[in-house]
T-cell receptor
Framework: GAVVSQHPSRVICKSGTSVKIECRSL??????MFWYRQFPKQSLMLMAT?????????EQGVEKDKFLINHASLTLSTLTVTSAHPEDSSFYIC???????????????FGDGTRLSIL | AQSVAQPEDQVNVAEGNPLTVKCTYS??????LFWYVQYPNRGLQFLLK??????LVKGSYGFEAEFNKSQTSFHLKKPSALVSDSALYFC??????????????FGAGTQVVVTP
């Protein structure tokens, strides 16, 4: 149980392209999902918290107009990297926490990540 | 504020030997603590958590962790390491009383290398 599907797993595209990444909770509902960015051999950097039916909460230094987040349902959040440039190349990972249970003590469940390469 | 420290960038161990990955934390109040493992080009897999109760927590794949409140530590252990345990390990913490979103603070990660 508690499977999170992230798609696509890898994207290679030209500079200036917008890229959409999907994060789905397959067997549970998630009011809250998280988007992370990870550089090689480094920890996860939280970009934003995605909340179903409301605006995402962005971490300091993350451009909300660059990284558009939409959480339209209890099982789907999307991250769109707009007008991507080579410096946006990274590994992006989403996670989801089951809703309807105690908020605090549940683990986050992670997708398998998206490797984004901008040429 | 909450923070996590994983003091070792890498841990090397021979197969069959005990494995320990260290983690210390700082939070206001009582913590919820988690360990995750990451294989190359994959997301994080949940291993175990400490919420309350027994200080020794058992998790997946033979891993366990011991919560030590006085030392603010939550070290991950495995009695006999396997080559397949080679991966990147992350400790995470959140305070029991915090924002409603449940954000985690992750450590920097420890690369475990198990040699045959």
């Amino acid at each position: 149980g508690a499977v999170v599907s992230q798609h696509p797993s890898r994207v290679i595209c030209k500079s200036g392209t917008s890229v959409k990444i999907e994060c789905r909770s397959l067997d549970f509902q998630a009011t809250t999902m998280f988007w992370y960015r990870q550089f090689p051999k480094q920890s996860l950097m939280l970009m934003a918290t995605s909340n179903e039916g409301s605006k995402a909460t962005y971490e300091q230094g993350v451009e909300k107009d660059k990284f558009l987040i939409n959480h339209a349902s209890l099982t789907l959040s999307t991250l769109t990297v707009t007008s991507a440039h080579p410096e946006d190349s990274s590994f992006y990972i989403c996670s989801a926490r089951p809703s309807g249970q105690g908020l605090s003590n549940q683990p986050q469940h992670f997708g398998d990540g998206t490797r984004l390469s901008i040429l | 504020a909450q923070s996590v420290a994983q003091p070792e960038d890498q841990v090397n161990v021979a197969e069959g030997n005990p494995l320990t990955v260290k983690c210390t934390y700082s939070v206001s109040g009582n913590p919820y603590l988690f360990w995750y493992v990451q294989y190359p080009n994959r997301g994080l897999q949940f291993l175990l958590k400490y919420i309350t109760g027994d200080n020794l927590v058992k998790g997946s794949y033979g891993f366990e962790a011991e919560f030590n409140k006085s030392q603010t530590s939550f070290h991950l252990k495995k009695p006999s390491a396997l080559v397949s345990d080679s991966a990147l390990y992350f400790c995470a913490v959140r305070a029991q009383r915090t924002d409603s979103w449940g954000k985690f603070q992750f450590g920097a990660g420890t690369q475990v290398v198990v040699t045959p």
